[in-house]
């Protein structure tokens, strides 16, 4: 059974800095590429930035672009968002997702995990 597990949101203020993390567990990690979306209310979920399979290659939405930094650790089988520089539109629940390169779309979503960022 696969688990992709989020941790590491909470609350912080405008400016500062958070890392979330995605536990994967039921896979094969070091053969997915590893994503991060978020959803704030009343919004569609939307692309964060993605990491490749090897950890070679990086894509990052234009609104984080600066500020949030993804990586991965494939003998811990987790993925990470360094988040900083917060501001409140950055408030959402973010979603970590798995997908091969043959995957239409994403194969695995974890269940969230709740960032707000105060004025």
């Known amino acids: 059974q696969v688990q992709l597990v989020e941790s590491g949101g909470g609350l912080v203020q405008a400016g500062g800095s958070l890392r979330l993390s995605c536990a994967a567990s039921?896979?094969?990690?070091?053969?997915?590429?590893m994503n991060w979306f978020r959803q704030a209310p009343g919004n569609k979920r939307e692309f964060v930035a993605a990491?490749?399979?090897?950890?070679?290659?990086?894509n990052y939405a234009e609104p984080v672009k600066g500020r949030f930094t993804i990586s991965r650790d494939n003998a811990k089988n987790t993925v990470y968002l360094q988040m900083n520089s917060l501001k409140p539109e950055d408030t959402a629940v973010y979603y970590c997702a798995a997908n091969t390169r043959e995957s239409r779309g994403y194969d695995y979503w974890g269940q969230g995990t709740q960032v707000t960022v105060s004025s």
């Open positions: 990491i490749s399979f090897t950890g070679g290659s990086t």
């Open positions: 039921g896979l094969t990690f070091s053969s997915y590429d």
